[in-house]
């Protein structure tokens, strides 16, 4: 039987999981290893990350962190790591030199690149609209589509590669192209 952890002592025994904790997360106080992703979701965090930089140096509002640790439910501990969590509130970088934190993201961003996490979902959507989360963006590379869940709402809007998807009302001016999150660099063709 595996003893219980909380957050914070995830957070010190973390390097000692398989590869070095890189792709673990903490469901129910237990350590829990995912499959490491493949080379497109890189490709989509270096599109999200070039879309969220240009919206921040257009609008000054807020700041991503990618792979932060969510502390997302308590007694026992879970702690989530999505692709992205931005941020508005508070002081600027607050949050990206933290491995982990309390804060809640105004919008959260899931990539859903292993079967893992395509089979986790349904409940990682339902833990983050618990915790607070106004904006759950998931990017789906095998369809090629994205899906965004605003809090208040059961349902999912989905949007084809063909069309921009929004992160409102918490981040009314932040509109990406979908096509563009699958798009390989130059370099890489």
């Given amino acids: 039987m595996q003893r219980v952890m909380t957050a914070q002592q995830f957070v010190e025994q973390r390097s000692e999981l398989p590869d070095a904790g890189q792709w673990a997360e903490l469901l129910r106080g237990v350590p829990v290893s995912l499959a490491a992703p493949d080379l497109e979701h890189g ?12 919206y921040i140096h257009r609008t000054l509002n807020g700041y991503a962190c990618f792979d932060l640790g969510l502390h997302v439910e308590r007694q026992p501990d879970t702690v989530l790591f999505p692709a992205v969590s931005y941020f508005t509130q508070g002081e600027r970088f607050a949050e990206a030199d933290r491995e982990v934190t309390e804060t809640v993201p105004d919008l959260v961003v899931e990539l859903l690149t292993t079967s893992e996490r395509r089979g986790s979902i349904h409940e990682r959507v339902g833990v983050y609209l618990r915790h607070g989360v106004q904006v759950l963006w998931l990017i789906d590379p095998i369809q090629k589509v994205a899906h965004q869940i605003q809090q208040g709402t059961s349902t999912s809007r989905r949007f084809e590669s063909s069309e921009q998807i929004t992160a409102s009302p918490a981040l009314p001016d932040l509109i990406v192209p979908v096509g563009t999150l699958f798009e390989q660099p130059d370099w890489a063709q």
């Fill in 43 to 54: 490709t989509i965090v270096l599109n999200l990350s070039k879309a969220l930089s240009s």
